[in-house]
């Protein structure tokens, strides 16, 4: 079965174009330093879909959507004293830290903006207006195909 997440970046930090632009259009998504985002990725599957939102900026839209190409495995940026996202407790022999490989499925021509999506009374309950810090979060179907269905 299928599962729907909201993954979160900035479009100076790593945007959609950025991810457009890998080889194969495919890239480690790396650097979750939150416990209940990390528990989230452990959870994708293979072809899960993810919406692909840009939380810092004005306004704050969701660009797109990719797809899980490969499930949770320890995140080596951890332990890279030379990275950003070290820390000194994980260790490859006992990773604290996980993420997945994702690739682009669609980018929007037109970017959904999420004051829009706010004002929808189904989309209420949305861990996107619940949890805003949450940088990795699911999302049900019924909120997929409502947001989907914004796009042009």
């Known amino acids: 079965m299928k599962n729907y997440w909201l993954i979160k970046s900035e479009p100076n930090t790593y945007s959609f174009e950025d991810l457009e632009n890998e080889p194969d259009q495919t890239a480690e998504w790396d650097g979750v330093r939150n416990y209940q985002a990390r528990n989230n990725m452990q959870k994708m599957r293979l072809g899960d879909e993810l919406l692909f939102y840009y939380s810092n900026s004005k306004p704050r839209i969701?660009?797109?959507?990719?797809?899980?190409?490969?499930?949770?495995?320890?995140?080596?940026?951890?332990?890279?004293?030379?990275?950003?996202?070290?820390?000194?407790?994980?260790?490859p022999d006992n990773p604290r830290w996980f993420m997945v490989d994702i690739k682009v499925k669609e980018k929007f021509d037109?970017?959904?903006?999420?004051?829009?999506?706010?004002?929808?009374?189904?989309l209420e309950n949305m861990v996107l207006f619940k949890n805003q810090r949450l940088s990795v979060q699911p999302v049900t179907k019924d909120e997929w195909d409502i947001i989907i269905s914004f796009k042009s």
Do not use: C, M, R
């Open 62 to 91: 969701i660009v797109g959507t990719v797809t899980v190409v490969k499930e949770a495995y320890p995140d080596h940026t951890s332990w890279d004293q030379n990275d950003i996202h070290f820390d000194e407790k994980s260790t």
């Open 110 to 122: 037109i970017p959904i903006h999420v004051d829009e999506l706010k004002q929808i009374p189904e």
